[in-house]
């Protein structure tokens, strides 16, 4: 079983009348063991995109890197091949076969490798058929506890309205996870995130068709590497309190927020996915009442908890105190990941202002963008933003939009934007 | 139980016999074997701790599973009812991490005996000193109440003044040679028939509040406040001031001198015996205010002296609870029918946590 361990960074110091608690927990998992060892095992969905617009080098590398995938899914896992355009298809097990998901072995390897060559480009893209199906597919193996899918495309779903798109995201939202990946500059981030946030997974652009089959065998490794199939946070709060935001900060910025469920009246909890060994860090901020000078309390307990057992627990708090010199220093965790966060969302409202035509909103966003960027010490980020924006002074974020950028900067900067970097300690 | 040794330092139950604590090696030297009469820091409760904000369950995290507040230890609030006229509570205050006061109340035979001592703030192991020479006092003050006269107990209150400066040396040990080892200060009152005899080293006060008449203060403060009164600075004055609260007498290692002041009073007629550390009294110095504040608490909650205790305590909270606050309370009914007459000490005098 996975050991957890939790670590609690705060000013637990608040002035007289302060309400708003804030604390940066990171939780670290420690012999997570991989995906062989975990209870259930594990099942494995690889959707690509076959719509017309795949035709030519873009569909050639994805089935190159779809057959990637599945040289690296290990025997024993429950697997199979989607092709996705208006409509969706199982490619492997073939369409006749009597099961829609089989158990990987070198026989079913080779087959479903052959079943991918025959893989053709025609027709539209309605992404909601994709994720239906294969919803359909993992529901044949509810014993597995583990599923996971990588989904691939080029283009956006055009073949249907975009409601239709968010209402299969949520109708399968807590079945699976899936990592969804754009090839080329025809696809809409916006689409993507949606699928991946709603999913648990990640959103990433492949510039160049030859990079897809390494990023699926990182993919497909990286899930393969996750024993724990799924732990979920839980965040206790007094009574009478409430719980402003609850956010993972890394590695990237996530709202888990209006993802709660209930656990009792006064916990909630928050869906994580499958964890390996890592370390992630979540932002919980705790509005509680007031109390006198000297007072402490209590403001949040935040566990891990798998299977419904509490693994670990961490504890913020709150104490008033009149000595500002306590009380006004800011917990640099804290600073530092709200600075990430705003990032994330500066960097992507310039963008949408920017593709919208409001140049003055996206030069002051992308502004910002640059100055927190710089603030909190993400290179990364910035060197992503260099490409979209000249900058004139970093520190007070002053910068002109470039003309004639190139898309796929533009797309890179926002994926990207999510990715946080650490407090260096 | 009759004779039971507690460590001081963390409250383990000591081996009959034993010189030191098997769990953590303070020295017991500081309780004579002879009888105690009362129980003071109640047995840890074999059931989930209540929290005393709310009265939900405490969490083995130490923090209530409803509202978040830390449980509070049995050193930082414990209340003590030896008999239905005697009681009193010793709280941590709001603004003080540890609680360095302490107290100790009993009734032995027709006497009602209250130890208050208030530890020297910030001094490492004041705590366990307080609570160590009031315990001790309080012991030597309740063996010796058999004996005693009118005219014996001041005699008797340097012995346990005495006595309780030993407990300290014996409890702290080694860290007496330190510049600033561990102190505390001492008053003590004892209420036999009428008449109430009170000793004192410091700034932890007894007074006499009637219910009728003039309330006035028993002890006289060894403070630097004091001495800057009698050169004629108003009282308020110099209690406000930043000096005021310096003690001029004290028990513990580096104390000059441990005989008590001692003064005496006779009731003319029933009233309330009150012993408490400054953490109560700086929010109302005057024998007045004082008897006001008591007069007004018993109207709100009644005449149990631990309710009415724990009243004044979260008072001196409301205030601010600066300092660590302790009440002690003995009850003379009429000054010819006293504490001991008219009410049976019960049979297990378990003091009720608060």
Redesign the interface.
Known sequence: MADFRTEVFQNEFLSDGATDVHAIVTVTSSGAGTAATSSGGIAELVIIDTSGSMSGPNMDAAKYAAQVAVDQIADGTWFAVIGGSHVANRAFPYPNAPVAIVQMEPGAREEAKRAISYMRPSGGTAMSTWLRLADAIFAEVPQVAQKHAILLTDGRNESEPRGELSSAISAVTGHFQCDARGVGSSWEVAELREIATALLGTVDLIRNPADIAADFKALVNESMSKGVADAELRVW?????QVLFVRRVAPTVEDLTARRTEVNA?TGAYPTGAWGDESRDYHVAVR?ASK????????A?VQIAVGGDVLA?G?VKARWSDDSSLTARINPEVAHYTGQAELASVIQEGLAAKASGDEATATVKLGRAVQLAAETGNEEATSRLRRVVEIDDEEQGTVRLKRNTDKLDEMALDTASTKTTRVRR | MDHVVTCAACGTIAEDGSKFCEHCGTPLGAVDPAPVVAEAVPEQPATAPVCRACGGTIADDGYCESCGEPAVSERDHWSELPSALVGGVCDRGRRKSRNEDAMALALGGPTAVLVVCDGVSNVPDSDVASLTSARAARDVLVTGAAGSTVGTWSALLVTAAAAADQAIADAVGDTSDRAEPPSCTFVAAVVDGPTVVAGWLGDSRVYWLPDEGAAHQVSVDDSAANEMIARGVPRAKAEASREGHAITRWLGPDAETVVPSTGTTRAQGPGWVLACSDGLWNYCSEATDVADLLHRTIAQVGTSPDVIAAELVRWANEQGGHDNITAALARIATPVDTVHTDEAVPADPAPTAA
Do not use: F, N, W
């Open positions: 709060a007094p009574q009478g309190a006064l509680v006198p000078v000297g007072s402490e309390q209590l403001a307990r627990s504890l």
